[in-house]
Nanobody, 114 residues
Framework: QVQLVESGGGLVQAGGSLRLSCAASGIIVSFNYMGWYRQAPGKQRELVAAIPSGGRTNYADSVKGRFTISRDTAKNAVYLQMNSLKPEDTAVYYC????????WGQGTQVTVSS
């Protein structure tokens, strides 16, 4: 059974940084196409960053140049480094597979104040 546990969210001022973590069990992250998603109040969940098992990372235009997705094979974890945060980045952030979405974790709340 796949389990994904997100952490690292919080309240930060605009321009600040946060690093989100996703601990995975039941899958090997380095063998899978992993992504970070977010859902803002009243909006649909969207994919903001993805890292394939091989190949280049990719990002939504809204976060390109500010967010960096990475993984740690030894820890079987995926990370999202978020810099230059903006109020519009406020959302609950989730990690999951891309294409073969599994059950969603609880997510981690990111709130950016202006």
């Amino acid at each position: 059974q796949v389990q994904l546990v997100e952490s690292g969210g919080g309240l930060v001022q605009a321009g600040g940084s946060l690093r989100l973590s996703c601990a995975a069990s039941g899958i090997i992250v380095s063998f899978n196409y992993m992504g970070w998603y977010r859902q803002a109040p009243g909006k649909q969940r969207e994919l903001v960053a993805a890292i394939p098992s091989g190949g280049r990372t990719n990002y939504a235009d809204s976060v390109k140049g500010r967010f960096t997705i990475s993984r740690d094979t030894a820890k079987n974890a995926v990370y999202l480094q978020m810099n230059s945060l903006k109020p519009e980045d406020t959302a609950v952030y989730y990690c999951n597979l891309v294409g073969r979405v599994q059950s969603w974790g609880q997510g981690t709340q990111v709130t950016v104040s202006s």
